[in-house]
């Protein structure tokens, strides 16, 4: 039988065109909770962390309450900003009462990207086990803008922007990637 690769192996081999230029793209941040402030945004700053260590611009951030019409207000607002390319938001994708954020995001969005919360909770599988089943991260593409929703602990940031958001984000990632179609996404 072959050998699975190991995380680390697949890391290494991540197809990288360096003959590309990096192409910063602007990331606004939303976090969503009833309780989190600046100071205790754990989530919201392992994001700002990341984009930026990456190259990209922090375009904004803010935390909103867990309110489907508030969250969906405040997406709706930043894929109407033309300097807004992508948000991420972190929390309310779980399962309990106050969890609406999937809710909102289908609310602006014109066009899921199934395979992103499909992806993650495969990625996370490896991490907590059938845990990941509570998780309803998604994505989708609202007036042009990409639109993600990870879940709000520190841990999920990490693994969502380290194994999916990193790579997807770089035009230089190889065969494809979300950055080369940001150009097209508002064609009809």
Known sequence: APRRRSSSEEEASVPIDESRDFVPVNIAVLTVSDTRTP???RSGEVLVERLEAAGHRLAARLIVVDERAAIAERLRAWADDEGVDVVIATGGTGVTGRDVTPEALSDVCEKEIAGFGELFRMLSYEKIG???????????????????????SPGACRDGWDM????????????????ELLPRLRES
């Open 39 to 41: 100071e205790t945004d």
């Open 130 to 152: 059938t845990s990941t089943i509570q998780s309803r991260c998604a994505a989708g593409v609202a007036r042009g803008t990409y639109i993600f929703a990870l879940p709000g």
């Open 164 to 179: 999916i958001l990193a790579t997807q984000l770089d035009i230089r990632f190889r065969p494809c990637n979300f950055v």
